[in-house]
């Protein structure tokens, strides 16, 4: 199975990524395919794990990284080639519990996407614009507190992310 830990998000912080989402699309191209992330599906990863079948071994790990609730707050939006997404505004915390939970992945074996972390939430894939978009930040905060372990799979066609487990903060 196709597993990543995150940070997922209550609804009222969902709808600013939102917001930002509509002002890009705004850029797109409209006779070339996006991908847009589904609100269901957005997110902040932590760890991405990949094609693993032994979930109890992540469990693990997480039951055995505590941490603090931390606040995560929109930043400016960027790219990495054509994946579009929002920043974080600091994302000191979710770095140092990325790593924590990381180090954890290393002591067990367990395999992950070693690439540092780059706080991000990805709004489109495939988003090729017609000229640069310009998108002021809209402030929005949430706290983090609970990490997940996901699944990623597609049902009828649908990209679908399910939490296997997760762990509150302390």
């Known amino acids: 199975m196709r597993l990543f830990i995150a940070v997922n ?3 009222e912080f969902k709808k600013t990524l939102l917001r930002y989402q509509a002002e890009l699309k705004k850029f797109a191209d409209p006779y070339r395919k996006v991908n847009w992330s589904s609100p269901a599906n957005l997110h902040l990863t932590l ?3 990949g094609e693993y079948d032994f979930p109890e071994n992540v469990r693990a790990v997480l039951d055995e990284v505590p941490f603090d609730p931390f606040v995560i707050r929109t930043g400016k939006c960027g790219n990495f080639g054509s994946l579009w ?21 290393k002591s067990a074996g367990i395999p992950y996407d070693p690439k540092p972390m780059k706080p991000h939430i990805t709004l489109a ?11 002021r930040p809209i402030p929005a905060e949430t ?18 992310y399910t939490e296997v487990y997760g762990v509150n903060a302390r």
Do not use: C, H, Q
């Open 9 to 11: 998000f209550d609804e």
């Open 47 to 49: 760890a991405f794990i």
């Open 85 to 105: 997404w929002v920043g974080l505004d600091g994302g000191n915390e979710a770095v140092a519990l990325s790593n924590n939970i990381r180090n954890g992945l």
């Open 125 to 135: 894939r495939e988003l090729y614009p017609l000229y640069p978009p310009r998108i």
């Open 143 to 160: 706290t983090a507190s609970r990490v997940s372990l996901m699944k990623s799979e597609r049902i009828a066609g649908k990209l679908t």
